[in-house]
């Protein structure tokens, strides 16, 4: 997308890059940015080491990003590095900001007051996060730090907390304050989902098209392949878009065309038809159901199930007979279909969803290894199974089984 | 900790910088490098473009470190420029490589025959994954493409398919070389787990204790605390880390000093006894079976379980008694214990856990607000229940509500 402005995320904190924690302030500013139009070109996590900050904030710098944002490592301890830095690679030294300085005051009188703490010790302990690189301004603090706005060049630069709840607030504020500066683009957005072929089959449909208006972007999980196109709102991007968007309803499974979910869509048409659902799980142990809960109001069309994994609990709660179970085994087209029947019986539903297979990493042989799965759907009108094999290891193999079920009830619900 | 060796990585994908995609490839390899002793200093995501991914790959190399591992952009698109710009800033032409195109065929065929598509054809389209930069090797792939080894310097580069089950199994083999080659220096690692406390209680207990020799982190998530030390295998680090354990052991409820996660704890305690395990779920909607069943062989002691998410499936399937629903609701004590009595007896096992609460975001009371669970453990010694609240939205809700299950069934396990 021509036009985007380019943005640098630059993360510090040890705690990032040793396992202890998952960054939750990279996906979210990068998501934020992304909505409003921005394109992101790096982020980067950097330990807490002055050199590797040094070379990262030039290396950033170096590119002359619109903007750069800079998340943690304002703190008070000595691996807080990242005003210092940033004083280093602008060329300017560190100094007392009158103005950070009063919120850092205002802060911690109230923290010193809420802990029973000495204000002037306190104060004498966090002082130096009033300490900005000459010649930048403080943003106010949404906990006690304040963060730092800055320019190099064309470049924007903002440094904000790395506790998440402070980053965030913080840059809420900014983000509000570039769109009431312009910065971001007027951006449109569309997304089509498509389930039953892969990256290989979709990209070849708009290679021959002009795109060069729109930003797009394909993503591939469990089966599913979603496309993305991002452009500015204006009549030849639009127009590109819609030729996009005819050339993969044309040559693609596209189930999708309003970037709802599967599970979205499922609810939807259940809803609808004021329709209810059962599932009975055997290799996924309950990763369809949980799926299936985690949309909020799901228990309005979600009645509940019957994770069947011993042979003996398809038998009993699902009816499903022994000398089927004996004679093609519980991994089998017969098996998942009884399953589904039995469920829809035992849970008195009018859909439910079957999966049994072979997960692994154990149980597989040549005629059903691993990887083999039946999922079936039973309705009023009849069982639908599908055969499936998936390759992987024993997560994979149950993740996908999940779409494959939900997608089986799809084309039931809308053939 | 002293002499750890130096490694960076760079993941290249639009998709992981647009809000598209949660990275879990940078997670995974991270915490498995610094298991092993080496030290990140920084992880870097670049979108899908030549110049900056140029940049990235030089800024890396020339901080010198001891390894780069690279993830993403081995596909066949147009996007995919790992291997051109890693030919770029080795100084070499890219080269068919025979051993590359060799794995590519024999993936290749399996693939095409799989899908019904013609080998020659798919060839055509993948051939350019056997591009490698001249004088590198390729290393066997887990999917279709194969990944790329080759050394700048002192540095050692592996790139990496980014599709993520790819990424951990190529990821799995090169780890093992590197191990095999002393290249991670020999580091003791002891973690112990305790439930039922938070950070700010086990923090304080190791604050005065000597730990310069150590790397110690905490881990919190899904009520548990995990914390985890590393050291060279010597007599002043083992002593320093004999002291903390100790401390914590003294100081808060440590369930695991061998690092084996609540799981494994039970799946060994149910094996050794030969019991069988069922569950009953309402809030969580599977996921505490798609828990238990997430590990290899746990059919040996998981019968299976009632989604019972209806009370109408309470009453069907588990025998709840309507007049309970009625007089209690499906959230309270009372329902909890019968839910996992009727799992029990339904399914016939030795143990029953099951769990019932206010997920949210609707359905809240003041007197069942968002948040409330109970979880309840049957056995033939009787039905013990545990009453939780939990902060957050629905997917932490539920997300708690599994461990607090599973640790109820530890302590009846083994009291």
Not at 228 to 247: G, T
Not at 356 to 370: H, R
Request: glycine content about 10%; proline content about 6%.
């Amino acid at each position: 997308m021509p036009g985007a402005p380019r943005v640098i995320v630059v993360l510090s904190g040890n705690e990032l890059l040793d396992g202890r924690t998952r960054d939750t302030n990279g996906a979210f500013v990068t998501d934020d940015l992304s909505r409003r139009g921005a394109k992101v070109t790096e982020l980067i996590t950097v330990a807490d080491d002055a050199e590797r900050l040094d070379a990262v904030l030039r290396h950033a710098l170096d590119a002359a990003p619109d903007l750069l944002v800079i998340g943690g490592g304002l703190g008070t301890t000595h691996d807080d590095l990242t005003a210092s830095c940033l004083a280093d690679v602008l060329g300017v030294p560190l100094a007392e900001n009158a103005q950070a300085l009063g919120f850092l005051e205002e802060r911690l009188r109230v923290l010193a007051h809420r802990r029973h703490l000495d204000f002037d010790e306190v104060l004498a302990m966090a002082r130096r996060q009033a300490l900005l690189p000459a010649g930048s301004s403080p943003v106010p603090p949404a906990g006690v730090a304040p963060g730092i706005a800055a320019r190099a060049g064309g470049t924007r630069i903002f440094a904000l907390p790395g506790v998440p709840f402070e980053f965030e607030a913080m840059w809420a504020t900014i983000a509000a304050e570039l769109e009431h500066d312009d910065f971001f683009p007027d951006v449109a957005v569309r997304m089509l989902r498509m389930y039953g072929v892969g990256e290989m089959q979709v990209a070849p449909l708009f290679d021959e098209l002009p795109c060069d208006l729109l930003d797009l972007g394909i993503k591939v999980g469990g089966g599913e392949v979603t496309v993305r196109l991002r452009y500015r709102r204006e009549e030849a991007a639009e127009r590109q878009a819609d030729a996009v968007v005819a050339a993969l309803e044309a040559g693609a499974p596209v189930f999708s065309r309003d970037g709802r979910t599967i599970d979205e869509i499922i609810a939807g048409e259940l809803r609808g038809s004021g329709s209810t659902l059962a599932v009975a799980e055997s290799c996924t142990g309950g990763l369809l159901g949980a799926r299936i809960t985690s949309l909020p109001g799901s228990s309005e069309y979600f009645v509940g199930g019957v994770l069947s994994y011993a042979n003996e609990v398809k038998a009993d709660l699902l009816d499903v007979p022994r000398e089927m179970l004996a004679q093609y085994g519980a991994v089998s087209e017969a098996v998942a279909a009884a399953m589904a029947e039995g469920a829809r019986d035992a849970l008195r539903s009018d859909y439910a969803l079957a999966g049994t297979g072979v997960a692994g990493p154990d149980g597989g042989t040549p005629e059903k290894p691993v990887g083999l799965v039946y999922v079936a759907c039973a309705s009023a009108a009849g069982t639908a199974v599908h055969r499936g094999t998936f390759p992987g290891d024993r997560e994979t193999v149950r993740t996908y089984s999940s779409p494959a079920a939900r997608h089986l009830l799809l084309r039931t619900l809308s053939p």
